[in-house]
């Protein structure tokens, strides 16, 4: 039971510190914080869009993310390593932000799914698949689904693991409103897809445009 209790209390910790980085650096552009323990320290690999602000002047701001981590949590010895994010498209979470962005903004949620998921494919990815749940409509609405897809996505099994996939919320006026977000990266291989078909993406996601901001002439 002791190391069956040491086992819960290391996920738990792991899972508050990455709830923790993506807090404080959201402003850097945070994507994604892989956690891995070893005998003398605790390896913190966190992506980002904005490496600068994390690392700070001279690393100051670094350090003391560092310091706070080791005091927050107790972690032993923590290591933290920055890596720039160069593909947004490609990164779950910060698609899903972007798409939880204009939400809030007052567009159109349908608009803002397919031409999403254009950017996704374009940029490379196998398959992708995005689906908005909650108050869509107008305030007082009932709750409803809109799902877009594109490509060859799994749902089940081992291939399944293969899936980066990311859940964020939006708060609109009209209520809250879950954005997830699921891709398969360019080159990832299927033990049950020997050979990827070329992708023909549906007419009306090749054919989707940015959403306008509220107030312009194609106010919707």
Request: glycine share 8%; proline share 6%.
């Amino acid at each position: 039971m002791a190391v069956e209790r040491k086992f819960i209390e290391d996920a738990i910790t792991r899972f508050r510190i990455a709830e923790f980085l993506e807090k404080e650096l959201d402003r850097a552009g945070f994507s994604k914080v892989e956690i891995q323990r070893t005998p003398m320290v605790t390896r913190i690999a966190v992506d980002v869009t904005k490496p600068g602000k994390v690392i700070g002047r001279k690393g100051k701001s670094i350090r003391d993310l560092t310091d706070m981590i080791q005091q927050k949590f107790g972690v032993d010895n923590p290591h933290i390593s920055i890596t720039e994010v160069t593909k947004t498209e490609l990164e779950p979470r910060l698609m899903a932000k972007s798409v939880v962005r204009q939400i809030e903004m007052g567009k159109n949620v349908r608009r803002i799914l397919h031409f999403s998921l254009k950017r996704i494919m374009d940029a490379g990815a196998l398959g992708a698949e995005i689906v908005a749940s909650g108050k869509i409509g107008a305030k007082g609405a009932r709750a409803k689904t809109m799902r877009v897809s594109a490509g060859y996505v799994p749902k089940s099994g081992e291939p399944a693991r293969l899936v980066s996939e990311a859940h964020v919320t939006a708060y609109p006026k009209s209520g809250a409103i879950g954005v997830m977000i699921r891709l398969v990266l360019p080159g990832t291989q299927f033990p049950d897809k020997r050979v990827m078909k070329p992708i023909d993406l549906p007419r009306v996601i090749a054919a989707a445009e940015a959403v306008p901001e509220p107030g312009g002439e194609d106010k919707e």
